[in-house]
T-cell receptor
Framework: GQQLNQSPQSMFIQEGEDVSMNCTSS?????WLWYKQDPGEGPVLLIA?????ELTSNGRLTAQFGITRKDSFLNISASIPSDVGIYFC???????????FGKGTSLLVTP | NAGVTQTPKFRILKIGQSMTLQCTQD?????MYWYRQDPGMGLKLIYY???????DKGEVPNGYNVSRSTTEDFPLRLELAAPSQTSVYFC????????????FGDGTRLSIL
């Protein structure tokens, strides 16, 4: 699969802080997705992006599809303890069915 | 609406044993997938299916087999379990077409000892 470079690998923040994470690749993609995985559960879709430059929000979460189609970022505003988990970016080129996944950003939020 | 259901949730196998991981979805999705997730890594595709009777290899298919006799079910079989297959296995489904968001089950945690 095509490699997605996700950073940071982990974050340890205080409740109320804003969070930013990103994914980059040397390949062009047509779809970028952001998932969250809670301990012991499967990934859950947060935001889907289908167009270069697209900026989409889901509550306190905002994600953007990079204009070059090689990157995407996810922002979380005013973090709360339930934001704890692992966040994965995923991307697809539409030439295949599989999603390419980043290695995840582990987020810890202290009250 | 149950979504994607995987069974069992946990399993310990001895080297050389075989088992089948079950996956069923009730969303009438044509496409189904099997991934494995190793610690600190993203998900790697093992096999996928675009419809009943059609399956194809993903990135890491060695040591696994699949079948797709119905739209709902997509079992994954390990014939001769090896320690390298210790992992968390996720099944997912999506509507047809590349780039569609995939919906995941809660995973099967498998240890081979």
């Amino acid at each position: 699969g095509q490699q997605l470079n996700q950073s940071p690998q982990s974050m340890f923040i205080q409740e109320g802080e804003d969070v930013s994470m990103n994914c980059t690749s040397s390949s062009i993609f047509n779809t970028w997705l952001w998932y969250k995985q809670d301990p012991g559960e499967g990934p859950v879709l947060l935001i889907a992006l289908y167009k270069a430059g697209e900026l989409t929000s889901n509550g306190r979460l905002t994600a953007q599809f990079g204009i070059t189609r090689k990157d995407s970022f996810l922002n979380i505003s005013a973090s709360i303890p339930s934001d704890v988990g692992i966040y994965f970016c995923a991307a697809n080129s539409n030439s295949g069915y599989a999603l390419n996944f980043g290695k995840g950003t582990s987020l810890l939020v202290t009250p | 609406n149950a979504g994607v259901t995987q069974t069992p949730k946990f399993r310990i196998l001895k080297i050389g044993q075989s088992m089948t991981l079950q996956c069923t979805q009730d969303m009438n999705h044509n496409y189904m997938y099997w991934y494995r997730q190793d610690p600190g890594m993203g998900l790697k595709l093992i096999y996928y299916s675009v419809g009943a009777g059609i399956t194809d290899k993903g990135e890491v298919p060695n040591g696994y087999n699949v079948s797709r006799s119905t739209t709902e079910d997509f079992p994954l079989r390990l014939e001769l379990a090896a320690p390298s297959q210790t992992s968390v296995y996720f099944c997912a489904s999506s509507p047809p077409g590349g780039g569609q968001p995939q919906h995941f089950g809660d995973g099967t945690r498998l240890s081979i000892l």
